[in-house]
């Protein structure tokens, strides 16, 4: 089991900056794979990054966001820069317990999941 508990969401302005964190607990950490999902209202949940043997953030944010973790801390964290107003969404992280260097981008590659964090962006 790994619980998984998401923060740092809120309401910003385009061109704004956020960091979300997401805390992990019930499992080695440092050899999960974490990923970043979103979710627009209307629209399917979609990969932001994910950071494990492989890294990566999808193509939509490259150069505006970038994903770190502190495994000490359990903790894997969302740095979103330059913010859009389409970047408004529920986002989650998720935990891949299978394959660490995988490079999973589907939302049913990942086991577990937090309860997601608003971010909503205003012009």
């Known amino acids: 089991q790994v619980q998984l508990v998401e923060s740092g969401g809120g309401l910003v302005q385009a061109g704004d900056s956020l960091r979300l964190s997401c805390a992990a607990s019930?499992?080695?950490?440092?050899?999960?794979?974490m990923g970043w999902f979103r979710q627009a209202p209307g629209k399917e949940r979609e990969v932001v990054g994910r950071?494990?043997?492989?890294?990566y953030v999808a193509e939509s944010v490259k150069g505006r966001v970038t994903i770190s973790r502190d495994n000490a801390k359990n903790t894997v964290f969302l740095q979103m820069n330059s913010l859009k107003l389409e970047d408004t969404a529920v986002y989650y992280c998720?935990?891949?317990?299978?394959?660490?260097?995988?490079?999973?981008?589907?939302?049913?590659?990942?086991?577990?999941w937090g309860q997601g964090t608003q971010v909503t962006v205003f012009s």
């Open positions: 019930g499992r080695t950490f440092s050899r999960t794979a």
């Open positions: 998720a935990a891949d317990v299978t394959y660490y260097y995988g490079s999973a981008s589907r939302p049913v590659d990942y086991e577990y």
């Open positions: 950071i494990g043997g492989v890294t």
